[in-house]
């Protein structure tokens, strides 16, 4: 069976850090991973995705601040989160996919969901 499991996820004043990380076990391969986010009442963003040799995208909110990596385990995913602000305040979603491809950062292009982790900002 398939899960995601994220952790780290906290409360923190604007300015400091945050580093979230999440497993995926039961996939067998390495995967397309990512970071997706939802705020209450507001649409769900998409926040940074890797694929297994590396490649990253971001969305341009987070760029410069958050920076997404894979662990030395199979399909173990961090997202270090910089400079927060109290507008990244939200619920943080892993994501996988079920191949090593390349994908937009989209929620559709990812079949596999994690349970969320909180991230509150405080200005």
């Known amino acids: 069976q398939v899960r995601l ?3 780290g996820g906290g409360s923190v004043q604007a300015g400091q850090s945050l580093r979230i990380s999440c497993v995926a076990s039961g996939l067998g391969v390495s995967v397309s991973m ?3 986010r ?3 009442g507001q649409e769900g963003e998409g926040v940074a995705n890797i694929d297994p040799n590396g490649n990253a995208n971001y969305a341009e909110s987070v760029k410069g601040r958050f920076a997404i ?3 030395d385990g199979q399909n ?3 997202l270090q ?3 927060l602000k109290p507008e ?3 619920m943080y979603y892993c994501a996988a996919r079920t191949d090593s491809g390349r994908a937009p950062l989209n929620k559709h292009f990812y079949s596999l969901w994690g349970q969320g982790t909180q991230v509150t900002v405080s200005s």
Do not use: K
């Open 5 to 7: 499991v994220e952790s």
């Open 34 to 36: 990512g970071w997706f």
């Open 38 to 40: 939802q705020a209450p």
């Open 69 to 71: 990596s894979r662990g």
């Open 76 to 78: 173990t995913l961090f």
């Open 81 to 83: 989160m910089n400079d």
């Open 88 to 90: 990244d305040s939200a």
